[in-house]
């Protein structure tokens, strides 16, 4: 690939009058990146693979923060391989861990890959297709560099490292820029292929929530990924929730609250199938953050809602008071796509009396979809209830 082959030229931009001089101007510039290039000058220019890019986006002159993230691979379910982001690689997931940033902030985030090459080698779909994992990110600003793409070389190999940068854009009225404030998710884009479909299927993705100051904070999150063969976070039925009745705790597969906490839920599609997500017992706002804010104008035009469509790469997210008005008691959570419901694309969030316990009357809970647990052959992770 050439320098100039994505160069777009000045004399095209309607905006932009000819001016006298403009193509020696131009010349400079290859010249400049040819040699950056060639001299691989503070990261600023990635060797090899034709992309010149800043490695930071504009706005982030140095990161504020910066976190480890491990890709490993998990015990199979059934005959599935699955992988999973961490914050270490004995607490990998799938979701991975929840992201936080505030508006404004940049963050640098460096990708182990500990994914074993076998592993790679077998979810890998096209032999020519290069071996590794990435993370790449939705909503927040990144250069070329934090791609997470084949394309852009900014992969990880097996066994290495890199660091990605995201930026928290903030809004400007100035610029029009919108700012970045939302929920939002991450994934892997190379695994199996050059859109990470085999990374993805395998466990390969997590939450991100942006706030500005001032939003209302959660007392717990929990992130929800709904996927092909009705699963939830890559489970069905019973699998989708091991919640210990003595002693459950919040994870991917228990969904647990007490009364009056402030739960939050980050919700994203993955895969090939369109869903609907509904809660039992609970509504949000339809907005940027699902809450109507106090004082809010217009709060009578922002629609209440319980149910909400979720097509792949989509994602959403809102509070709610855990059985606010309602109590506690096992609150169904599904696709209300009658044939993914049915098919065990159901869970539940488990909202505990304000002690911690769940009063009489509700300590039995059952799923109404015994589909086999999980989405490998073999079922593995199935548990019984009652
Ligand atoms: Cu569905």
């Given at each position: 690939?050439?320098?100039?082959?994505?160069?777009?030229?000045?004399?095209?931009?309607?905006?932009?009058?000819?001016?006298?001089?403009?193509?020696?101007?131009?010349?400079?510039?290859?010249?400049?990146?040819?040699?950056?290039?060639?001299?691989?000058?503070?990261?600023?220019?990635?060797?090899?693979?034709?992309?010149?890019?800043?490695?930071?986006?504009?706005?982030?002159?140095?990161p504020d923060r910066s976190i480890?993230?491990?890709?490993?691979?998990?015990?199979?379910?059934?005959?599935?391989?699955?992988?999973?982001?961490?914050?270490?690689?004995?607490?990998?997931?799938?979701?991975?861990?929840?992201?936080e940033m505030m508006?404004?902030e940049c963050l640098a985030i460096?990708?182990?890959?500990?994914?074993?090459?076998?592993?790679?080698?077998?979810?890998?779909?096209?032999?020519?297709?290069?071996?590794?994992?990435?993370?790449?990110?939705?909503?927040?600003?990144?250069?070329?560099?934090?791609?997470?793409?084949?394309?852009?070389?900014?992969?990880?190999?097996?066994?290495?490292?890199?660091?990605?940068?995201w930026?928290?854009?903030?809004?400007?009225?100035?610029?029009?820029?919108?700012?970045?404030?939302?929920?939002?998710?991450?994934?892997?884009?190379?695994?199996?292929?050059?859109?990470?479909?085999?990374?993805?299927?395998?466990?390969?993705?997590?939450?991100?929530?942006?706030?500005?100051?001032?939003?209302?904070?959660?007392?717990?999150?929990?992130?929800?990924?709904?996927?092909?063969?009705?699963?939830?976070?890559?489970?069905?039925?019973?699998?989708?929730?091991?919640?210990?009745?003595?002693?459950?705790?919040?994870?991917?597969?228990?969904?647990?609250?007490?009364?009056?906490?402030?739960?939050?839920?980050?919700?994203?599609?993955?895969?090939?199938?369109?869903?609907?997500?509904?809660?039992?017992?609970?509504?949000?706002?339809?907005?940027?953050?699902?809450?109507?804010?106090?004082?809010?104008?217009?709060?009578?035009?922002?629609?209440?809602?319980?149910?909400?469509?979720?097509?792949?790469?989509?994602?959403?997210?809102?509070?709610?008071?855990?059985?606010?008005?309602?109590?506690?008691?096992?609150?169904?959570?599904?696709?209300?796509?009658?044939?993914?419901?049915?098919?065990?694309?159901?869970?539940?969030?488990?909202?505990?009396?304000?002690?911690?316990?769940?009063?009489?009357?509700?300590?039995?809970?059952?799923?109404?979809?015994?589909?086999?647990?999980?989405?490998?052959?073999?079922?593995?992770?199935?548990?019984?209830?009652?």
């Amino acid at each position: 690939m050439s320098a100039s082959a994505w160069r777009l030229s000045q004399d095209d931009t309607a905006a932009e009058p000819p001016r006298h001089g403009s193509s020696t101007r131009r010349m400079l510039v290859v010249a400049a990146t040819v040699v950056l290039t060639l001299l691989g000058a503070g990261g600023l220019a990635v060797a090899g693979s034709g992309v010149f890019s800043a490695e930071r986006p504009e706005g982030c002159t140095k990161p504020d923060r910066s976190i480890q993230l491990y890709a490993v691979e998990l015990p199979k379910d059934g005959t599935q391989i699955r992988l999973g982001y961490g914050l270490t690689p004995q607490t990998a997931s799938y979701p991975g861990p929840t992201m936080e940033m505030m508006e404004g902030e940049c963050l640098a985030i460096t990708l182990h890959n500990q994914v074993p090459v076998a592993t790679l080698e077998q979810l890998r779909t096209d032999p020519a297709h290069p071996l590794g994992v990435s993370l790449h990110v939705h909503g927040v600003k990144y250069t070329q560099l934090s791609d997470g793409t084949v394309q852009s070389g900014s992969f990880v190999p097996p066994g290495q490292s890199r660091t990605y940068t995201w930026f928290a854009q903030q809004r400007n009225n100035r610029t029009g820029s919108p700012g970045t404030a939302g929920y939002w998710w991450y994934h892997d884009h190379v695994v199996g292929g050059p859109h990470g479909t085999q990374g993805l299927g395998a466990g390969l993705f997590g939450g991100l929530v942006v706030r500005r100051p001032g939003d209302p904070k959660p007392d717990r999150t929990y992130t929800v990924v709904f996927g092909d063969r009705q699963s939830i976070n890559l489970r069905r039925g019973a699998a989708t929730d091991t919640c210990d009745a003595q002693n459950p705790q919040p994870g991917p597969t228990c969904l647990v609250a007490r009364k009056g906490e402030k739960v939050e839920f980050i919700v994203v599609g993955i895969g090939n199938d369109m869903h609907t997500f509904h809660l039992h017992g609970h509504s949000w706002a339809d907005t940027r953050t699902g809450v109507v804010g106090n004082g809010q104008p217009f709060a009578d035009s922002v629609p209440i809602i319980d149910n909400k469509p979720l097509g792949p790469g989509d994602s959403f997210g809102f509070q709610v008071a855990a059985g606010d008005s309602v109590g506690p008691g096992h609150w169904m959570l599904h696709c209300h796509m009658q044939f993914h419901s049915d098919g065990g694309m159901s869970t539940m969030l488990h909202v505990l009396d304000e002690s911690g316990a769940m009063p009489p009357g509700h300590d039995q809970h059952s799923h109404p979809a015994t589909a086999a647990a999980g989405t490998g052959a073999g079922g593995a992770g199935e548990h019984q209830h009652n």
